[in-house]
């Protein structure tokens, strides 16, 4: 069985600051983890992923993802929050040796304000 | 490339008629998936194609509803007939094996 967890509902950030959207998960076996980003009316878009490797991975616009082991965490994070930042975040994981199907976590919304 | 394309974008039907969703895959990809986004509920994983064929459609809510892939360049998710409840957007993802998916615009859908 898998399953991820975003813990807060919302987060808000000053823009300029550092931001952080927890994520943690639950797999039997080794983890593949994803982020999409969300825009108001639009799909899901793809942010970063980390299968193997380093445990700091990069993605889009800035954004970066810390993956942990022990802790079960791939929290992502940005070193200087933007205003066009603010969308509905999801994490995602799947069991790299079990279905194709990942789970999606209910979503985090960022909120920047200027 | 065009990305995964979805329609219709909106579509406001009466209780009881019958909706068809429509969905065009990033050329090449070989899995499909069909969601329904909504604020009680959030992101619901409706069916899963692989290579055209229904792997998982446990999250199929009821008769209703149901899905095809004809070939590997467009799938269809119909409701018939539709109640109020099945108001949501209704997303299209398609991906190259265990990959990241890429999602369509998404269609409102609205039933009155």
């Known amino acids: 069985a898998q399953s991820v967890a975003q813990p807060e509902d919302q987060v808000n950030v000053a823009e300029g600051n550092p931001l952080t959207v927890k994520c943690t998960y639950s797999?039997?076996?080794?983890?593949?983890l994803f982020w999409y980003v969300q825009y108001p009316n639009r799909g899901l878009q793809f942010l970063l992923k980390?299968?193997?490797?380093?445990?700091l991975v990069k993605g889009s616009y800035g954004f970066e993802a810390e993956f942990n082991k022990s802790q079960t965490s791939f929290h992502l994070k940005k070193p200087s929050a933007l205003v066009s930042d603010s969308a509905l975040y999801f994490c995602?994981?799947?069991?790299?040796?079990?279905?194709?199907?990942?789970?999606f976590g209910r979503g985090t919304s960022l909120i920047v304000h200027p | 490339d065009a990305g995964v394309i979805q329609s219709p974008r909106h579509e406001v039907t009466e209780m009881g008629q019958e909706v068809t969703l429509r969905c065009k895959p990033i050329?090449?990809?070989?899995?499909l998936f069909w969601y329904r986004q909504t604020m009680m509920r959030g992101l619901e994983l409706l069916i899963y194609?692989?290579?055209?064929?229904?792997?998982?459609d446990s999250g199929m809510p009821e008769d209703r509803f149901s899905a095809k892939m004809p070939n590997a360049s467009f799938s269809t998710l119909k409701i018939q007939p539709s109640e109020p409840r099945d108001s949501a957007v209704y997303f299209c993802?398609?991906?190259?094996?265990?990959?990241?998916?890429?999602f369509g615009p998404g269609t409102r859908l609205t039933v009155t």
């Open positions: 993802a398609s991906t190259y094996g265990q990959y990241e998916q890429y």
């Open positions: 797999v039997s076996g080794n983890p593949y």
């Open positions: 980390y299968i193997t490797g380093d445990n």
């Open positions: 995602a994981v799947r069991d790299l040796g079990g279905s194709y199907i990942p789970t």
């Open positions: 050329s090449g990809h070989n899995s």
């Open positions: 194609f692989n290579n055209n064929v229904p792997i998982d």
